[in-house]
């Protein structure tokens, strides 16, 4: 309706009252009905009704503007021309040669196109809406290149370096020119430094390509060295930084904009929870040691050092697999000592509770060391109750007890634990220890009857271990009947949970003895290998492991216990030995589950030793 | 094509024969084969196109036993070989020479729908892509890469360049010839639509057309004309409907000017040349920009409340093999029946199939095809619609299939028939 209305304003300018009327309503019948038409997609029908339209009121601008659009969407382009050229007449104007320009360039008359282009900018090049004209239809055609030097020779024209920023950016970026499109941006924050949001969803576009994140990397690091007091920039550089994964330069960065804003180490702990959630555990470590250093008394100090800690615990875990053993101790070693000092330092934390909760655990599954777990433990126990970190204390005050061979302190503590927990999980993790405790207690039938009521919920974290307990009690007992075999068993069992190796081996080796053929042997044997394994005695795991896949082939284990042994051998750099076991597995065992990770190392070691497949390799 | 028994199959024959009639007490077979079953007993069909690829490309022959066990191999046993059958997990056996010409001698009898095709050269293989990661997967290149089977990616530069020579076999996958990005105009501002967009348009310029659609055009026509000479031809989902488009519109423009700057020209569907196409005719480009399709030789996927995983499939032709050789070995499966999957491509209108295209798959009691196979020139076309066999509905962002977990796929071994097709033909491919 609008459109209409507008229309008819349009219509009447020229019109003289009575008779103009009668014809102005004709005429606005005559350019709906061609209106209809050309969205019909019916130009051929629409034209010769704008053509008379035009014809009588050639001045009328929306009849021109239509049948202009008309000739346009059926390619009449030396039509559309001679309109524009008619209305241009002899005073030509910046948008009527704009608009010729597109015509010319749509025709494919390049050339034409530019001249008419420089020809609209010639005519009032002292007008900022000139180039912005000119520069709107060419970023139309997306011709960038003759947009950006539209848009460069107004800022000269004009004397102004500091025109069309973000229009030469949003070009430059498009054409590919990522660095320029960097330097227009950063001129732009210095001068609109509340715009950072802006220019970082405007770098986006182009910084996910590689290219545009290597450019725009080294203008800021060039921006930063020269203007080394500018917040905006440096926050915008460590951005890209961890765009581009590089956390140890965008560390020093958030350092740096840490005492520029004099923050106190609130950028520095920022940066390290997002560092830790992407596993930069080295970064992360830096800022929040860099607090401690630079920053002892301020309000962050303590969780950063809590933090600390538990960068250190994950990162020696997560690396246990990659790194030396050596490595991971240390950061064992950190982490420890990192939560000494919270604790030491900030008593009334909320932090505190998991803080000695993570010592305590720390002391068990890292250093085994009992004593010092414990008096951590019980004061979460004693001092914080009601907090949940507590109940996991008890949880662990529990596994002391069996590590410590207190079966009856641990029975009661699990016990309580079961009935107490807060967390259901805990609680049915606390059910499944009772159960195991029977079992070393070689209580089978008090074993079973609560693994059997563990696995009846499936959803239970614990309802696999204890559907495995379950198994073993049904199959393993016998063949007298005070279950021999399975007292002995499960006493290496316990043995082997406390590391007490010796023992353990002892027992295994005496099941072995009395009762090679029981059902309990290839799983005794599978054993054996593991804690040679664990002592570091190579040889003699390996003889295990080999033994089990030997004497027992039809054994769940003997997958398993290849697989190991090529592990074994792959890690003492006898290649050619753990090729044969790793071929043996897939040759014997070829549904097991161990066969893709069989295959794997095969490859690797095929790849180490003969440098890759042959032919042409697949780009991926 | 002729496709003339190797001397080895002769040997075994004769092998067979001389056992037989043997009376010498001599069990011991004259030599060991392995035969890799392409059944339900094979533990990963993919990797054992891999494999057999890899034989070849050491330069030993590989029996294809056509509608035999799935499609299965059978290739002299050396401890290489089976290495790699086993570091692969591909099932196989170990077989005499006796029971490997019983085999033979089954597969070539008389009066039986199967035959044994030698395939002796590994083809050199190309996979049409662009460069740089793109939002969705290309399920060819998926495939190679999970087989293991090496190949090199090439686009519109190369093409152009006359590198097309050096290959026997080229796949295009999500490809649009028609130079319309996609028709993806609803991802217009995303950074990977614009790098797209900039890169075609570079490459446009580059080679001196003033627009991507008639860079396309120009690669279409090379493509075609590598078809012609003797080239293979694989084509997927998008990559299949727009190369037909591209070539029937290669004298006017039907791209809308949302996407090149101009409308289309006034009488785009009058002059549409569809003598210019390899598979299909009569069909009409959808002109509207914002419209996702491209035409309507795809009848698209089943109505929203119709689109079930479960109840949508197709069925593969069984061809003879002795008579129809290569539709038999694009269609070797384990299975009669294939899981659908849909794509911006879903399945080709039946009507709009020229005559003498042969149809390899289709969907029951509907008039459409998924997989279909031609002549031109001296060369064959093979296009397959749907995007991923393993991702009924695979949209843009999608993280890319697991092969892994998709080892026996049927709708994947149909891709990778492909792969094997040209190596079939004994003579080096002119182009």
């Known amino acids: 309706m609008a459109v209409i209305l507008g229309l008819g304003l349009l219509l009447g300018v020229a019109a003289s009252p009575a008779h103009a009327q009668q014809s102005d309503s004709t005429q606005l019948k005559k350019f709906q009905r061609a ?126 370096p500091d025109a069309f920023r973000t229009e030469l950016a949003h070009l430059y970026g498009l054409n590919g020119q990522f660095e320029a499109a960097t330097q227009e941006y950063v001129a732009f924050l210095g001068e609109a430094p509340n715009r950072l949001g802006y220019v970082q969803s405007r770098l986006q576009t182009f910084v996910e390509q590689g290219q545009g994140l290597e450019a725009s990397s080294r203008v ?18 460590a951005w890209l930084h961890t765009e581009r994964n ?291 005695d190579t040889a003699a795991a390996l003889t295990a492991f080999r033994a089990l896949a030997e004497r027992h082939p039809r054994s769940p284990y003997a997958d398993r216990s290849l697989f190991r042994a090529a592990a074994l051998l792959e890690a003492s750099g006898r290649s050619a030995a753990a090729t044969e076991a790793y071929r043996r597995l897939l040759t014997e065992y070829p549904t097991s589950l161990l066969a893709g990770d069989a295959r794997g190392r095969l490859r690797a070691l095929s790849t180490e030793t003969t440098g890759g497949m042959s032919g042409r390799a697949g780009r991926p | 094509m002729t496709l003339e028994a190797s001397s080895r199959r002769t040997f075994l024959k004769q092998a067979g024969t001389l056992l037989a009639a043997s009376t010498v007490g001599t069990p011991k077979p004259l030599a060991e084969d392995l035969f890799i079953p392409m059944d339900e007993e094979q533990a990963n069909h993919l990797k054992a196109y891999g494999a057999v690829y890899a034989a070849l490309q050491r330069g030993q022959t590989v029996d294809w036993l056509l509608n035999y066990r799935g499609g299965g191999f059978l290739t002299e046993a050396s401890q290489t070989v089976r290495e790699e059958l086993q570091v692969r997990g591909v099932s196989f056996a170990s077989i005499s020479a006796g029971r490997a010409s019983t085999i033979i001698a089954e597969v070539e009898a008389d009066g039986s729908n199967k035959s044994v095709v030698p395939l002796q050269k590994a083809p050199e293989i190309a996979v049409y892509a662009p460069e740089g990661a793109v939002p969705w997967d290309d399920a060819v290149r998926l495939a190679l890469e999970y087989a293991e089977v090496p190949h090199d990616v090439i686009y519109d530069e190369e093409v152009l360049d006359g590198d097309l020579a050096s290959y026997d076999w080229l796949h295009l996958h999500h490809e649009d010839f028609t130079g319309q990005f996609g028709k993806f105009i609803r991802y217009r ?58 070539l029937a519109a290669h004298q006017t423009d039907i791209v809308p000017e949302e996407y090149d700057g101009d409308p289309v020209d006034p009488n785009a569907l009058e002059q549409l040349d569809f003598a210019n196409t390899l598979a299909f005719r009569n069909f009409t480009p959808n002109l509207n920009a914002q419209e996702y399709e491209h035409s309507n030789i795809d009848v698209g996927p089943p109505a929203p409340e119709m689109r079930d995983p479960s109840l949508d499939y197709f069925t593969l032709f069984e061809f003879s093999a002795k008579w129809d050789p290569v539709p038999s070995m694009l269609t070797q499966n384990h299975v009669a029946t294939v899981r659908g999957f849909v794509g911006q491509t879903t399945a080709f209108d039946k009507d709009a199939l020229k005559e003498d295209v042969v149809v390899l798959a289709e969907a029951p009691d509907r008039p459409q095809v998924r997989y279909i196979h031609g002549a031109h020139g001296q060369g064959t076309f093979t296009f397959y619609s749907g995007h991923d066999p393993e991702d009924y509905q695979h949209f843009v962002g999608d993280p890319p299939t697991d092969l892994s977990l998709h080892s026996q796929s049927p709708g994947y071994r149909l891709i990778l028939n492909n792969i094997l097709f040209p190596a079939a033909k004994k003579k080096k491919q002119k182009t």
């Open chain 2, 189 to 246: 501002n995303e950074p990977w639509y614009i790098q797209k967009q900039n890169k075609a348009e570079a490459a446009a310029k580059e080679f001196g057309f003033r627009k991507v659609s008639q860079l396309k055009l120009a690669v279409t026509e090379r493509l075609k004309q590598y078809v012609s000479q003797g080239g293979f031809l694989f084509s997927m989902c998008s990559g299949t409907e727009t190369f037909d488009i591209a």
């Open chain 1, 220 to 237: 800021l690091q060039r921006t930063v060295q020269e203007n080394p007091l500018n917040e905006v920039y440096r926050k915008l550089l």
């Open chain 1, 35 to 160: 209106n209809g038409f050309l969205r019909a997609d019916q130009p051929e029908r629409a034209l010769p009704l704008l053509e008379r339209l035009y014809d009588n009121a050639p001045e009328n601008t929306a009849f021109y503007r239509k049948l202009k659009e008309a000739y346009e969407s059926i390619k009449r382009y030396d039509d559309a021309l001679r309109l524009v050229d008619q209305r241009i007449g002899s005073t030509p104007t910046v948008p009527l040669l704009t608009e010729k320009a597109r015509l010319l360039s749509q025709k494919d008359k390049v050339e034409a196109a530019n001249d008419t282009w420089d020809r609209a900018v010639a005519l009032a090049p002292e007008e900022t809406q000139t180039y912005r004209t000119v520069y709107n239809t060419l970023a139309e055609l997306r011709h960038f290149r003759k947009a950006i030097a539209v848009l460069r020779e107004g800022r000269t024209a004009l004397g102004r």
């Open chain 1, 246 to 536: 590089d956390y140890a330069a965008a560390f020093d960065e958030y350092r740096a904009l840490d005492r520029l804003g004099d923050r106190q180490g609130q950028i520095l702990l920022q940066f390290a929870r997002r560092a830790a959630d992407a596993q930069r555990y080295d970064a992360a470590t830096r800022a929040c040691e860099a607090i401690q250093e630079r920053h002892p008394e301020s309000g962050v100090a303590p969780e950063a050092q809590k933090l600390l800690g538990d960068l250190y615990r994950r990162w020696a875990r997560r690396g246990a697999d990659s790194t030396t053993a050596a490595q991971d101790s240390a950061r064992y070693a950190k982490a420890r000592a990192a939560y000494d000092t919270f604790l030491q330092e900030n008593q009334g934390h909320s932090g505190y509770p998991e803080a000695l909760l993570r010592l305590g655990t720390l002391q068990i599954d890292a250093y085994r060391a009992l004593e010092d777990a414990q008096p951590p433990l019980e004061r979460l126990v004693s001092n914080h109750g009601e907090t949940t970190a507590a109940d996991e204390g008890r949880y662990q005050l529990g596994r002391i007890a069996v590590l410590r061979d207190s079966l009856d302190r641990a029975r009661l503590l699990f016990s309580r634990l079961a009935a107490s927990a807060q967390s259901s999980d805990l609680a049915d993790q606390a059910q499944y220890e009772l159960a195991r405790l029977h079992l070393y207690r070689a209580e089978f039938d008090a074993a079973m009857a609560r693994a059997t009521s563990i696995s009846e919920d499936p959803s239970a974290d614990v309802a696999n271990d204890a559907i495995e307990l379950k198994a073993l009690l049904q199959e393993a007992r016998g063949p007298d009947s005070s279950d021999t075999a399975l007292r002995t068993f499960v006493r290496a069992r316990l043995s082997q949970r406390q590391h007490a190796h010796g023992p353990a081996l002892a027992a295994l080796d005496t099941l072995l003895q009395r009762h090679s053929r029981h059902p309990l042997a290839d799983d005794a044997r599978f054993r054996r290998g593991d804690i040679h394994r664990a002592r570091g």
